[in-house]
Each structure stands twice: as C-alpha cells, then as structure tokens.
Nanobody, 118 residues
C-alpha cells in the first residue's frame, strides 16, 4: 500500500504561483509513475502532469505546458508541481496519484484546493 499526502494548495491571484507537494509513504515500486490530476466544479477529472520515477521524464497536459513543472525528490519520495502564471481556469482540487503493480493510478491523495482569483 502507498499513502499520498498533498500540501501547498491555497488562494492566489491570476498570474501568481503556487507549489504543490506530495509525499509518498509505503511501498512504492521504484519504476512507478507519480503525477497530478485536477477536478474543477462541475467538470470531469483531468490529467495535469506526470513524472516517471526511473529516469525522471515528464509529460504535461497541453493546458499547462510552459506554465507548470513537475519534479521529484527520490530521497524524500516526494513529487512537486510548480505552477506559474496561474489562471482562473486552473482553479480545481488537485489530486496526487501514483501507479501500482497494475500500472494504473491505484493510489490517490485526498486532494488539495487551488483557487485562482481574477
């Protein structure tokens, strides 16, 4: 089992920045993938970014490319999402995710609210 604990959400003005953190505890695989999804009110949950633990390569949703950066600290088993140039449409609950043996996102954090005011 893997437990994910997010932190770093909050209220920020448009154009501002926030950094989300997600600490993983338990038994991660070493070749797992960690990332972030988000869900805005009345909308479907959507992919934001992921990082592959082995190698550190990343992928991003088109809507956040060039503004968000995902990174990992292997020693701390923590993934970060640096969010710059935030827009009101980035307002959502952000969820940290981690793959398990299935290769799917079997583990989810409790979510952290990000609110961007115009």
């Amino acid at each position: 089992q893997v437990q994910l604990v997010e932190s770093g959400g909050g209220l920020v003005q448009a154009g501002g920045s926030l950094r989300l953190s997600c600490a993983a505890s338990g038994r991660t695989l070493g070749n797992h993938v960690m990332g972030w999804f988000r869900q805005a009110p009345g909308k479907e949950r959507e992919f934001v970014a992921l990082v592959r633990w082995r190698g550190g390569t990343a992928d991003y949703a088109d809507s956040v490319k060039g503004r968000f950066t995902i990174s990992r600290d292997s020693a701390k088993n923590t993934v970060y999402l640096q969010m710059n140039s935030l827009k009101p449409e980035d307002t959502a609950v952000y969820y940290c995710v981690c793959t398990g043996y299935t290769g799917r996102y079997d583990y989810w954090g409790q979510g952290t609210q990000v609110t961007v005011s115009s």
